[in-house]
């Protein structure tokens, strides 16, 4: 693995400025967060660096601004949130640079903390404008990036300010850096993937980038029925990428050719209108799908191959569910299988990495996200690390 520095590398910080971008991107309602597993992810991070005396300056966004202030997209909105989780009282800087910033830095004693306003108030910061990147580096004494959500982005504050400061690893990027790399940078073989979702074109470069680099391809969800369809199936109404067979072939072929198995369902759960529980629910053969019916889920015989393949396996990365899971009982594959993914982590036979919004989602219904050697809350960064992408603000702190 490209070495980095972390928080481990830093001398003597105390009353140094620190400059720390994490994700504060919280979903609201009703003027606080419903979710603040961002900040509990960033939390080990910032009281580090407050306990060593530093002063830490927060950088984060807040929607979509595009480039103008947005009195309803201030990081003051999250201010409080912030404050309740980290126990700390922190000062609101309506500014990202200039002397607004530098007169804050003046009044905040060594280990306190200053937010920043939301840094897509500016244009810079979304094209990476060097001017813009190196007028907020003129406050900061060290760069800190804890937001591996947001590393997918070349920002002036994801990927700018990591050539104008002395960089480092937060110990969120850290820990999600290290996982990745034990999933499909240097993993332990037999390597399976799981991949779920509606659809193939979301995730083609993901698929490719995966038969030459795991053992086992497991295919859930609507993307399963596009490849049953390739192979002949009749998929009935199921949701189905028709004019993406020849696609789905190639991939099966560049498997073949890479000595990449790919799983797909021979039994699964179908019905005739998708709602919970509805009457013409049925389990059969994928060669025994009726014209009116939706294939919703992979059957039990299915689902219990593929937990005797993820016993001959030592590594498993994991994205999207295998049916469609947010309804019962089309949740009961991927719940299944993640039971036995997460007991196997807990042997310690199998080291498993899953992220993507759908599959912390379905881990959380399964009750085993914490049974799991890392779940990344990442959506589109560890999407693209999945597709075999440099991400812009990893690349910029490699040494």
């Not at 994490?22 to 009703?30: A, E, I, S, Y």
């Not at 850290?174 to 074109?201: C, H, I, R, T, Y």
């Amino acid at each position: 693995m490209t070495s980095f520095k972390t928080l481990d590398d830093l001398g003597d910080v105390a009353g140094k400025v620190a400059l720390v971008r994490v994700d504060l991107n919280l979903p609201m309602q009703d003027g606080s967060a419903t979710d603040v597993t961002r900040v509990e992810a960033a939390k080990p991070t910032i009281l580090e660096l407050t306990e060593k005396g530093a002063k830490v300056l927060l950088l984060a966004h807040f929607g979509r601004p595009k480039g103008q202030r947005s009195s309803t997209m201030s990081t003051s909105f999250v201010q409080g949130d912030v404050e309740k989780v980290l126990g700390k009282e922190i000062m609101f800087i309506p500014e990202v640079m200039g002397p607004v910033v530098e007169q804050s830095i003046g009044i905040l004693d060594n280990g306190d903390i200053g937010l920043l306003d939301n840094v897509r108030f500016w244009p810079g910061e979304e094209a990476n404008d060097p001017d813009f990147a190196k007028g907020i580096a003129e406050n900061g004494d060290f760069y800190v990036n804890d937001a591996f959500s947001a590393a997918h982005r070349a920002h002036a504050s994801t990927e700018g300010l990591a050539h104008l400061l002395p960089a480092y690893a937060g110990r969120a990027m850290e820990a999600e850096l290290k996982a990745l790399d034990a999933a499909l940078g240097n993993p332990e073989p037999p390597v399976a993937a799981v991949v779920g979702g509606a659809k193939v074109s979301t995730k083609l470069a993901v698929l490719e980038n995966l038969v030459g680099r795991v053992q086992h391809l497991i295919i859930g969800g609507g993307m399963a029925n596009t490849f049953l369809a390739a192979r002949g199936v009749d998929v009935g109404k199921s949701l189905c990428e028709h004019d993406l067979t020849d696609t789905a072939n190639r991939i099966m072929d560049q498997a073949d050719h890479a000595g990449c198995t790919v799983h797909l369902p021979y039994d699964v759960v179908v019905a005739k209108e998708f709602a919970a529980n509805p009457p013409s629910l049925r389990t059969c053969n994928v060669h025994e799908v009726g014209s009116e019916e939706m294939i919703l889920d992979i059957g039990p015989q299915a689902v219990e191959a593929l937990a005797d393949v993820l016993k001959t396996c030592r590594t498993l990365v994991w994205n999207g569910p295998l049916g469609a899971f947010e309804t019962s009982p089309f949740d009961e594959a991927t719940v299944t299988l993640a039971k036995t993914a997460a007991a196997l982590t807990q042997d310690g036979s199998l080291v498993s990495v899953a992220g993507g919004g759908d599959t912390v989602a379905a881990l959380n219904q399964a009750d085993v996200a914490g049974d799991f050697t890392y779940v990344s809350t990442a959506g589109g960064a560890f999407l693209e690390w999945m597709e075999g992408k440099p991400l812009p603000g990893v690349e910029a702190l490699k040494g």
